[in-house]
Structure formats: C-alpha cells, structure tokens
C-alpha cells in the first residue's frame, strides 16, 4: 500500500565477464533497450551460484558494476572499516577497496549510477538503530580504473543529509536514480511504514531530503515481511526492487514517469529463498535478472531470472 507525493518507476539491470565496460553515462544509452513493461515478470527458480568470501560475513548492500563487466560490489554491516569488497558473479573476492576520506558508522547499502559520465558508487552509512543520528551520509566515488586484491578507492564526496522534520529514521535501503539525478532512502520500520526520500546530493550541507511517499509492508499487497533492507533500481530506470528479510517486489516504470507515481502503482512479487538474514538485492547488469545474498558466514549469492 501507498501514499506518496511525486516521483515514477523503472526496469531491471546487472554485470557479466572481467573486462572494464565502457562508461555510460545515464540509462538511456545504456543500450538496453526493451519494450514497455505492461504486465509483472515471471520469475525463475533461484539458482545459487557461489557463495561469499570469508572478510564479508555480514553483507549488507549490493550493486553490480558499470565500469567491469561481471563484477558485483558489496560491504559489511556496521562494526567494519571503510571498505568495499568487488565480487565474481560466483561470489569470488576480486578485490578489496578501502575508500579514502570515508568513516563506516552503519553503512547499510550501495548503488551504482552515473556522475559527470562516468560510472560512480554511492554508498549509503544510512543505518540507525538507534534512531538517533542528526544526520546521515552518503559518499559518492568514481569506480575504481582497475581492481588490484588491494585497492584504495579515491576521489569520495561525503553529502550530509537530513530528513525534512528533523525526525531521525532507521534505513538500509539506498538506490541512485540516473533518470531524476537522485538519491532514493528507504526507511526501515517495525510497523511495515516505509517512507521513500529522495536528494540531488547539492552538496548543500546539510542537505534535506525530500518525502515522495510511504509503503505499507506486511499489509496487502505488500505481504510478508515489515522490514525493508535492500534495494535497487534498473540501469535504464524501468523498474524498482524493493526486498525484506523474506520478501522481495518491483515496481514497474514507464518512460517519462516519475518515481513516486511508479511506487504508487502495483507492486509485482518476486521469488526469494530462505536466508539466514536476507539484506540484498541488486538487479543484474543486464537487467534481465537480479540476486539475492544474506549476511553470514559463506553467505549464498543466488541469482533469479526475469521472463
């Protein structure tokens, strides 16, 4: 269920092979080009493909890359350093990069988008359990050039955010929308009342976000689990993942619609599989799929497709 005020929905996308991908510099000349989505996917049955690294053992966001091909980023929980881990498509460690200038207070998710065309990480230290914090912060940083097994990634803006009523919010749930040039939070709440923010990341400091809406989990039609911890929007902008500990549903968009109207359309359910605390999701780089992982020791890194 829905109140929102004025944003759109998207379709899917995610990462193949080892070679740098050329950049993009927003979805439209992404290349992936596929007709209006009128009716909800079928999904398939997940198939586990690998399972994550031993210095992940509490993977709390996911994105695949724009810059390689193949490649998926995650990071830990709160409790580690700044750092972020590039993964196989079989959950093989590729690399290990510390972000320089960053602090790790509850980093909860990531996302890949575009900055000045060039593919750009924005990670979100958006976590509160406390609900607590002033503010919160997300830093933006180039992908890396290439991915040594140890890395320094450089060049990362922190942006200072607030919520317009000055209310602290828990959230785990940060996408980057090439579409509006925003930033999308959202919140996390016992009784299942996600609100949706979005930000320019102006650098304005600190920066209020702007509310677009709520969704109603474990309420029809968003049956199932109350606590949103991961999501994702499609490369190209046509649709929306939104995921819970046991739960996972899109939202699909149209070309010119915003994302507040999407997220006020019907949401479609997507499979998702047992996990011991299920905290991700990330469309593939294609779009045509999206995986799931858990955090944990070994952790299943599960792939579904989309027909």
Known sequence: MLRLSLLALLPLAVACGQARAPDVPDGSSSGIVDPPVTACPTVGAGEQVGVLPGGL???????????????LYSHNDSGDTAR?????????????LTVAG????????????????????????????????????????????????????????????VYPDGR???AEALMWDDREGVVVIVTKDFGGHSEVFTARLTGESPEALQRIGELGFGQ???????????????RDGSAIVLRTYGSAYLWRRAAGQSLASAFAGAPCPLRTVNEKQGE?????????????????????LTRFLLQ
Do not use: C, M
Not at 84 to 96: E, I, P, Q, T
Not at 220 to 234: A, C, F, I
């Open 168 to 170: 602290a919010r828990d």
């Open 220 to 234: 029809p039609p968003l049956e199932g689990g109350n606590l949103v911890t991961d999501g994702d929007l499609r």
């Open 84 to 96: 972020v881990f590039a993964l196989g498509l079989d959950g093989s460690l590729r690399s290990v």
């Open 57 to 71: 053992l509490e993977a709390s966001g996911l994105a695949a890359s724009r810059a390689f091909d193949g490649v």
């Open 102 to 161: 960053a602090a790790a207070v509850d980093w909860e998710d990531l996302a890949i988008g575009s900055f000045n065309g060039k593919p750009t990480l924005y990670i979100g230290d958006i976590g509160d359990n406390a609900r607590a914090r002033k503010d919160i912060v997300v830093y933006r940083a180039p992908e890396p050039d290439d991915l040594p097994p140890q890395g320094i990634l450089t060049g990362a803006t922190a942006f200072h955010l």
């Open 280 to 300: 991700a999701i990330a469309f593939t780089a294609d779009g045509r799929g999206y995986f799931t992982t858990s955090e944990g020791a070994a952790a299943p």
